[in-house]
């Protein structure tokens, strides 16, 4: 069902196809998505807001902000299956919860899904879990976990979250933050904060390499594991700390241009790169499952699961499928 006036339109129910404006003066309408909403298309609009969960399958295209507002707990999460863009700002109001009831303790807490890159000047997410790249100028990610790099050009603050990688102009890495690739650039110092998290208890500002073992079994961690792994696993102090990344990881180069760029990576102390090579492919794979999936026929879909069971682990197959039964 659609209700439109002049400035606002809203949009609940199931819907057939996307919804853009048909003449200049529909380009400065505001789209608000009322639950229940499932809208089999895209959208563009001026702002973007929300009222529930539901899900839009196209790319979602706003000339000014889109303004989120996290569900009831336990409700529909609000679901963006080809990305989100906007002008000016992308944010989801604040709220605060315990880590342990949002996707870093559970990935089916999570109040926002979204399947593709998120791109604005402004980016804010909290208890969000994207399948795709963050781009903007500044960008803050709390209590998320991102399946593609971090790329702001000038802020980027991310806490207590699990990521790719990053690059930014001033990167501050605030509490217990996962990295799945072992680098990351910023123009300015990295920064590491400690933090208190919504009731009063202090993390400590630590990032870890999210490393895979060399075996592929079904028993080991997955690359979704928040465990450390590496090191001499007879030496639980050596098996603990061997994957923390620190100031020491950090070296600072000259650019071609000769400003000053501070590169973050495990190059000083790895003797064998090959597990990581090994782990840029795993994601490379991962992501094309995901976004390609959808676009096979049946017997292709068949034959796409079969492989996967053989390139990935009990964590990671729950993943692609917790994926999959969203679109």
Known sequence: MTNIDKNNVTLTGEMEGSFYPSCQSEI???VLLKSPYYLKGGILSQNLANNGGGTVTGPVLASAEVTLVQPARKS???????GISATISISVEE????LEETVIG?????????RGDVVSEMVKLENALIFGNIRGRQITVVNSIIIGSLLAEDELLVENSKFVSFSGGHVVLRGNNGCWLPYGTSLAPIEFEDVSDSRGK???SQLRYLAIK???DKESKGMWSSKITGGNEDNQESADTAMLLGPGDIKKH??????DIYALNIARRALNLAPVEEEIKTIEEFLRGILMYEHLDKSSQERERKEWEKKFRTEELELLQYTLDLI
Request: glycine letters at 2%.
């Open 76 to 82: 529909e999460p609000l679901r963006f299956l080809s």
């Open 95 to 98: 709220e605060a919860k315990p």
């Open 106 to 114: 559970d990935m089916h807490n999570t109040a926002l899904i979204i």
């Open 202 to 204: 202090k993390i400590y």
């Open 28 to 30: 400065l309408r505001n």
């Open 254 to 259: 000259k650019t071609r241009e000769g400003k």
């Open 214 to 216: 060399n075996t592929r």
